[in-house]
């Protein structure tokens, strides 16, 4: 798979922080975000509340007014997130409500990729955090786990194969090992060498001959 020069720099710089760190990294991230889309015009005394502006959406359906007139109407805030990471927009006005930055920047956007691979950089993507991994992430995880399931897949066969010939060759020992070691004797005849058979005629004929009794002329 291809990779861009973004996605190969995330990848080949990623470097460990603490959490505190890393939090500090997503609020500078954030706030390049809201600076953007709402521009700071005022503090606010509370410190959850990183600055006051405009509503945008509310800018679109007012008529333009003085800077005087749009100071009282700082209905709009960008807050920081107590329980979470990054900083979230909110208008008392319209109720608009943006609590995560990846997702107002929209899932599957340029936008929102580039934002998830800047913090995935800083490993603060995907469970816990308020970002998920990139897209092209996941896709090249995918592929690398297929790429290792068909490595594991060709060396069991391997090993598998091995097995069943290691086993084939056991067994035709065993079976050599098992036949009985006799010398076959000549077709149509007796098991019993010549030797022998010689040894046994001699025998024989040592014996003294048994003479019988005619018992007419008892």
């Known amino acids: 798979m291809h990779l861009t ?11 460990t922080f603490t959490d505190q760190e890393k939090r500090g990294k997503i609020r500078e991230l954030d706030l390049e975000v809201w600076n953007s889309f709402a521009t700071p015009l005022a503090k606010h005394d509370k410190p959850t509340i990183a600055y006051r502006c405009l509503c945008p959406y509310c800018s679109l359906e007012k008529p333009k007014k003085n800077k005087q007139s749009q100071t009282h ?14 900083l979230g927009f909110y208008c008392a006005a319209c109720k608009a409500k943006h609590p995560r930055v990846y997702d107002f920047l929209g ?25 998920p991994y990139p897209q092209r992430w996941n896709e090249i995880s995918a592929l690398n786990r297929q790429r290792k399931a068909a490595q594991h897949k060709a060396k069991d066969a391997l090993r598998k194969r091995e097995n069943q010939i290691a086993y084939a060759l056991r067994e035709k020992e065993a079976l050599k090992a098992a036949k009985p070691r006799t ?10 060498s010549k030797h022998q058979a010689a040894r046994e005629r001699k025998r024989f004929a040592s014996r003294p001959a048994r003479v019988l009794k005619n018992t007419e002329n008892l």
């Open 5 to 15: 020069d973004t996605e190969k720099r995330a990848i080949s710089s990623k470097k």
């Open 73 to 86: 109407n700082l209905t709009a805030w960008v807050y920081h997130h107590t329980n979470g990471d990054g």
């Open 107 to 131: 899932k599957g956007s340029a936008a929102a990729e580039e934002y998830a691979w800047k913090r995935f950089e800083i490993d603060a993507v995907g469970k816990g955090w308020y970002c």
């Open 183 to 192: 010398t076959p004797g000549t077709k149509g005849s007796c098991s019993v």
